[in-house]
T-cell receptor, first 109, second 111 residues
Framework: AQRVTQPEKLLSVFKGAPVELKCNYSYSGSPELFWYVQYSRQRLQLLLRHISRESIKGFTADLNNGETSFHLKKPFAQEEDSAMYYCALLTGANSKLTFGKGITLSVRP | DAGVIQSPRHEVTEMGQEVTLRCKPISGHDYLFWYRQTMMRGLELLIYFNNNVPIDDSGMPEDRFSAKMPNASFSTLKIQPSEPRDSAVYFC?????????FGPGTRLTVL
């Protein structure tokens, strides 16, 4: 069965510090992975998609099939990055997403 | 486009009462999803529809929960009777491709 694991619930860093939000997945097919973000008082929204291989707001995420991981990274955190982050796995062709439990990132000044 | 619209934004009710949550998806989207968000369990998929037809309701916790999509622009999630453990934020999302667009959520409190 498909599963997404985000092992930490909270990560607190100082502004300018590097950030790595961990995500591991379990899926028998070809995985398609995403990171969604929910800023305070805003809607949950797509941050990035592994296929696009883009850097969004300074964040990148590389799919590692060997380690079945899709960690989200940013070299220098900003206060506006404080939010809830969800890793998600698309299963099949039916648009269904399986989400991890999420992690709260807090960036202190 | 106002995006996905949910109502009410907040609902406080007493145990045993019926609760109905409403969702209007983005026009043109053919998938609609209902999620529940709690601190303990994160974001859980309850049910989703494709072209108004329920595809997978395996996430619906029990028979007290039901969802309908009578047309392409409206869906409801009903809890009857409600219990305190149903307290959570309920999200509706819609999509036409890989990206899901979420509504603002309904914060439900069952006393």
């Amino acid at each position: 069965a498909q599963r997404v694991t985000q092992p930490e619930k909270l990560l607190s860093v100082f502004k300018g510090a590097p950030v790595e939000l961990k995500c591991n997945y379990s899926y028998s097919g070809s995985p398609e992975l995403f990171w969604y973000v929910q800023y305070s008082r805003q809607r949950l929204q797509l941050l990035l998609r592994h296929i696009s291989r883009e850097s969004i707001k300074g964040f990148t995420a590389d799919l590692n099939n060997g380690e079945t991981s899709f960690h989200l990274k940013k070299p220098f955190a900003q206060e506006e990055d404080s939010a809830m982050y969800y890793c998600a796995l698309l299963t099949g062709a039916n648009s269904k997403l399986t989400f991890g439990k999420g992690i709260t990132l807090s960036v202190r000044p | 486009d106002a995006g996905v619209i949910q109502s009410p934004r907040h609902e406080v009710t007493e145990m045993g009462q019926e609760v109905t949550l409403r969702c209007k998806p983005i026009s043109g989207h053919d998938y609609l999803f209902w999620y529940r968000q709690t601190m303990m369990r994160g974001l859980e998929l309850l049910i989703y529809f494709n072209n108004n037809v329920p595809i997978d309701d395996s996430g619906m916790p029990e028979d007290r929960f039901s969802a309908k999509m009578p047309n392409a622009s409206f869906s409801t999630l009903k809890i009857q009777p409600s219990e305190p453990r149903d307290s959570a934020v309920y999200f509706c999302a819609s999509s036409w491709s890989f990206e899901q667009f979420f509504g603002p959520g309904t914060r439900l409190t069952v006393l």
